[in-house]
């Protein structure tokens, strides 16, 4: 991580899966380098951050309103980043894998998401400069997965999941990587038994880009190099760039 922050230097970073609690988080990490910090952590699972050098501001950890198990998770922290007056509300989730169609984790998926929706509407996020990014753990349209007939009945690729997902979309978000690169796989997962080189991979992390917002995205693309380094992640940054 430390690496890669200082070849790109990114204004704003959006994690997922961290793994600890807020006080095992290596804040550090970031604060050596100009950024601060609003992590969501309880536990050794999930956990979720978004660091910013740019200014951050209203951290909100977790959903609004009552936060009662299984919705106590930590897989959702949002900041306004930069300055006051030109900021942008980033979301950072950690969408429920699922498991299998028929686990109760797959239901539980499934309500996750329509509480993201609920949050985005009730916040009024698709009419303020917003980007809610991460792991959807869902791959949009067959076009984003290596081999659709082989994910034809398992998680990350169910109608439900998808339709559960464009409903986010819906309230005026752009999914900024397929519309900027509608022919292209843009994969930002793979197994790690698999190598890079076969591209069987998923798309499966997303930045959906409020209306408002979108005409200052200049581009978004898949950092592929990160996932070449010795102990890599299984998921590649997906790096949205806004001018």
């Not at 994910?151 to 309230?171: G, M, N, V, Y």
């Amino acid at each position: 991580m430390a690496r890669w922050l200082d070849e790109q230097e990114p204004d704003v970073v959006a994690l997922q899966e961290t793994k600890c609690t807020d006080d095992q988080f290596d804040f550090s990490l970031f604060t050596d380098r100009g950024y601060r910090v609003a992590h969501h952590g309880l536990d050794h699972w999930n956990g979720v951050a978004v660091a910013s050098r740019v200014g951050l501001r209203q951290p909100r950890r977790g959903f609004s309103g009552p936060q009662t198990a299984p919705f106590d998770e930590a897989r959702i922290v949002s900041a306004l980043c930069g300055p006051s007056n030109d900021s942008v509300r980033v979301v950072s989730v950690y969408v429920p894998n699922g498991r299998e169609l028929d686990d109760a984790h797959y239901l539980f998926k499934l309500v996750w998401l329509e509480r993201l929706r609920s949050e985005a509407r009730l916040g009024r996020w698709a009419d303020k400069a917003t980007v809610i990014c991460g792991d959807f753990n869902v791959a949009p349209a067959d076009q984003d997965i290596y081999d659709p007939k082989r994910w034809r009945h398992k998680t990350h690729a169910s109608p439900q999941e998808r339709a559960a997902l464009e409903a986010i979309k819906d309230l005026g978000f752009v999914d900024a990587a397929r519309a900027l690169h509608p022919d292209t796989p843009e994969f930002t997962w793979w197994n790690y038994r698999q190598i890079l080189e076969n591209d069987r991979g998923l798309r499966i992390d997303l930045a959906l880009v409020s209306e408002p917002l979108w005409p200052y995205v200049q581009t978004c693309w898949v950092d592929r190099a990160a996932r070449t380094v010795e102990r890599p992640s299984d998921h590649a940054p997906l790096i949205l760039e806004l001018g």
